[in-house]
């Protein structure tokens, strides 16, 4: 059985991304840092591995492999937010978004890859956000830290490729994570507004769409920014 390991797979997006791979016969490993009540509880609803890491930490990321063993499939979803003025974020949060968002994909990746090129096999999926295509006001910390990842993806696709290992990123629109709780009622009702289908996405849809990229029917897929959007960003 191929492991299946989702960063940040306690809520939301990866909390979704490890039902749809255990629906989908892996056997599903889930990282967490403070969420660890959500983890134990999915855990044992999935029957699956739960392990607290800062992926931010290099050498909290190496134990972990140590512990869990090689993975066939990597699911970068650990991430977090700064939502504010360019100007208020300060170096210390600057820093910090970049080490948890753009740095524990590495460490995950790298961690990853030695037996991914042994076996000559292996999908890795990163998680960026519309933003990291088009950028957001007052989101300038986050958007940059989602343009590194799809620029990771693309240089990792073609650097991946001759060992046959698929490198893609899933950029979703808005979700209804909690992420974005801080949005109002007026708010979510203006971005329904400007999304062409009319509606929020959901963590289901960006599983789904997680676990094609991950399956055999995507095996001439690499290197792609797939952006589950409702048709926000066109």
């Not at 699956?48 to 972990?64: I, L």
């Not at 295509?133 to 940059?144: L, N, P, Q, R």
Request: charged share 20%; glycine share 10%; hydrophobic share 45%.
């Amino acid at each position: 059985m191929k492991t299946a390991l989702i960063t940040g797979g306690s809520r939301g997006i990866g909390a979704a991304c490890a039902k749809a791979l255990q629906r989908d016969g892996y056997d599903v490993v889930i990282t967490y840092l403070n969420s660890g009540d959500a983890a134990a509880d999915l855990a044992m609803e999935l029957g699956c591995r739960a392990v607290r890491c800062d992926v931010a930490d290099s050498g909290r990321v190496k134990e972990m492999f140590d512990l869990i063993g090689p993975v066939d499939i990597l699911v970068c979803c650990a991430g977090i937010s700064i939502t504010g003025l360019f100007t208020d974020v300060t170096p210390e949060e600057w820093r910090r978004i970049f080490a948890v968002n753009v740095d524990g994909t590495y460490n995950c990746i790298r961690c990853a890859l030695p037996h991914m090129i042994h076996e000559k096999a292996g999908s890795i999926v990163t998680v960026s956000s519309i933003w990291g295509i088009t950028g957001a006001s007052c989101e300038a910390a986050y958007s940059a830290t989602k343009a590194a990842i799809i620029g990771l993806t693309k240089a990792l696709a073609k650097e991946l490729g001759p060992s046959n290992i698929t490198v893609n990123c899933v950029a979703p629109g808005v979700i209804d994570t909690d992420m974005n709780k801080h949005l109002t009622a007026k708010d979510i009702d203006a971005l329904k507004d400007e999304t062409p289908l009319g509606v929020i996405g959901t963590p289901e849809d960006i599983a789904e769409t997680v676990s094609f990229l991950v399956s055999p029917k995507a095996r001439f897929i690499t290197g792609q920014v797939i952006s589950p959007n409702g048709g926000i960003v066109i």
